[in-house]
């Protein structure tokens, strides 16, 4: 009987210790699957590319020709958050967006070219935004309307050039720099990137003005592979001159090369 | 606008339609937002407090589009004391035919183009100041037509106070080398006077400044006179981000209203909207500036002035605001006049006003 009870009580132990590790690694699983980068199924790994082999092959991934998507925003300041939503239309020159949250329902943006418009739903205002609002906070973001709305190929705009390879959260990656062509206007004077080594996705980017000062970091913290191709759905923009505060931009829903409304970018389509 | 009677029965006949829409489309497609506030008005004006408690409800049903034809409302429901109100801001039927645009009914009709004060907006001189937070929504017929992506023409024709009151205007707009221009012309009958006025603005970038200006002429025939005036301004903004990551914003403007031989002095004018003013001189000057701070993503204050340049005197509006969530939002404005008696700015008013909304 004695010995009856023991095997017992020691099946029973060894039952919660391996219940308890499996929550345990189960949890851990999810960790890496939110707070990491997410680990799915490798392309190729390459060694010999150049660096404008490595930035076309990220742009092949995140360079927009047209795309539909609606995201979600949510600004941290010492603890505390806004969350802002918004649904957005852009092709390779254009961008056209409108805010859903309820503070914020009707507010819409259409940049084209160099120039951002901006219709107040309230009153139905359609006014011009000075060219110095582009380096601004999007309503009170971390991401400027030039950084949400532009998405220019990195390779026209930058001169790249291969700093070394080093492990990234766990991934393989590239890491390289990047010097604004001359001539070119751009938002960030230099930027520093970690590229997956295998998926050819942005992992982290360090954003520098042309004093060398530190302005931005962008760090994504979950990839999805959507039509065939690796895509941030989850990125954290911090601003460095700002303290304790930082921007989550979550892709809820993309489609890419989706047909456009006619005449989406278009002020009459902001009225 | 129309006489309240007629006021009341346009309102209810667009109740009905929108009923009507409501009923017709599937409950699934249907939402609803809007803003619910909490006003406290505090004012000190000829020796006397006031305190007036407001609480008022937007409401607003987002329907989608059917048949190629969009309802767009916003409804507000306003409790002061005992008095209930309840008032359209926005019931108007939009519709595409064929490039045209169409909007029908109560709808805000704003030609800004960024600037502090629009002398030359489509509400100039039209309302009262009481009717302030309603000045831009009118009883109208709006067409649009797009010409390319970034040019347009607009008609419009609203109704004032008595239907033997009527206003045209017409807007031309489009952007040439980076510039966003718009020209307008205007015709307001009224009971005493006829207005006719036409005007040019432009806004765009001058390296690092944002620019922008207007100039116009008014021609009006009134049962105090014939006169005519001018109108000028000039206006500048530029933002900048401290280090520390806050942001300063500022914009200043310079308004001028240079007035014909015709006038005679002690006239009185609706040169700004909402704003009769007695000239002295052939000219009226405005400075008028803003500045805003960006504490942190959550609070801001500001400080916007209007001064008098012909009498010195000034109007300053200081305000902050403060989000406790994404959609609780504290305001807090004041107004304070600072001029000796007489002067267009020399009232004794000192007023606070504090404004809690929540969103949904």
């Keep these: ?45 390459t060694s010999e590319l150049s660096a404008e082999e490595i930035i076309t092959r990220r742009d092949e991934n995140e360079y927009i020709l047209t795309a539909y998507s609606e995201a979600e925003m949510i600004i941290r300041n ?51 935004i000075s060219g110095h609002m582009l380096e601004q906070g999007m309503m009170g973001s971390d991401f400027s309307y030039q950084d949400m709305l532009e998405s220019d190929e990195l390779t026209e705009l930058y001169n790249f050039k291969i700093l070394g390879e080093e492990e990234y959260e766990g991934r393989p990656a590239y890491k390289l720099e990047g010097v604004k062509v001359p001539d070119k206007e751009v938002s960030y004077y230099r930027r520093v990137v970690w590229i997956d080594r295998e998926r050819f996705v942005g992992l982290k980017e360090e954003l520098y003005a042309e004093s060398g000062r530190l302005l931005k970091v962008a760090r994504v913290l979950e990839v999805e592979k959507i039509d065939e191709r690796w895509y941030p759905v989850r990125t954290i923009m911090e601003n460095k001159l700002r303290q304790n505060t930082s921007t989550e931009f979550l892709v809820k829903n993309i489609k890419f090369n989706p047909e456009l409304p006619e005449n989406i970018f278009s002020l009459q389509n902001l009225r | 606008m129309y006489k309240k009677s007629q006021r009341y029965r346009s309102f209810y006949l667009l109740i009905l339609i929108i009923i009507l829409l409501i009923i017709s489309f599937p409950a699934a497609a249907l939402d609803i937002g809007g803003k619910a506030s909490f006003k406290s008005d505090i004012v000190y004006e000829n020796s006397e407090w006031e305190n007036k408690i407001i609480s008022e409800l937007e409401m607003q049903l987002f329907l989608p589009e059917e048949r190629g034809i969009s309802l767009e409302n916003l409804l507000l429901l306003t409790v002061e004391s005992d008095e209930v109100k309840l008032d359209a801001k926005k019931l108007y039927l939009k519709k595409n035919i064929g490039a045209l645009t169409a909007k029908i009914g109560r709808q805000p009709v704003s030609w800004a183009y960024g600037s502090l004060i629009n002398p030359i907006d489509y509400t100039l001189g039209a309302e009262n100041l009481e009717e302030e937070t309603m000045a ?40 040439l080398a980076g510039y966003d221009i718009s020209a307008n012309y205007i015709i307001n009958n009224r009971e005493d006077d006829e207005i006719k006025r036409w005007a040019l603005n432009t806004k765009g970038d001058l390296g690092p400044l944002g620019i922008y200006g207007a100039a116009g002429k008014a021609d009006i025939s009134s049962n105090r006179g014939d006169y005519k005036y001018n109108i000028f301004q000039l206006g500048s903004d530029y933002s900048y981000n401290f280090l520390s990551g806050r942001r300063l914003y500022i914009q200043a403007e310079y308004i001028n209203f240079n007035l014909g031989p015709d006038v005679k002095r002690d006239q009185k004018f609706d040169l700004l909207p909402d704003m009769e003013i007695e000239i002295d001189d052939r000219k009226a000057e405005f400075i008028a500036a803003n500045l805003t701070w960006d504490i942190d993503d959550f609070s801001s204050v500001g400080l916007m002035t209007v001064n008098y340049l012909e009498d010195g005197s000034s ?14 939002l504290l305001e807090l404005r004041g107004t304070i006049f600072v001029g000796s008696r007489g002067k267009l700015f020399g009232e004794e008013i000192r007023a606070l006003e504090m404004n809690l909304s929540y969103t949904f």
């Design chain 1, 1 to 45: 009987m004695k010995n009856k009870i023991l095997i017992f009580l020691l099946m029973l132990i060894l039952t919660i210790t391996l219940v308890f590790n499996l929550s345990v690694l189960a949890e851990k699983s999810k960790i890496s699957e939110t707070e990491e980068v997410k680990v799915q199924d490798n392309d190729k790994s």
């Design chain 1, 78 to 128: 010492s603890g505390r958050e806004l969350v802002k939503e918004m649904k957005s239309w852009q092709d390779d020159e254009n961008a056209f967006a409108e805010f859903t949250n309820p503070r914020d329902r009707g507010t819409k943006f259409l940049k084209r070219d160099d120039a951002l418009w901006m219709f107040f739903p309230e009153a139905e205002d359609l006014v011009k």
């Design chain 2, 136 to 175: 831009k929504f009118v009883d109208a017929v709006e067409l649009y037509y797009p010409i390319n992506w970034k040019s347009g023409l607009t008609l419009v024709g609203s109704d004032q106070e008595d239907q033997s009151e009527n206003k045209w205007g017409f807007r031309g707009r489009t952007m």
């Design chain 2, 315 to 328: 109007m300053f509006i200081p305000s902050y605001n403060y989000y406790f969530s994404s959609n609780l």
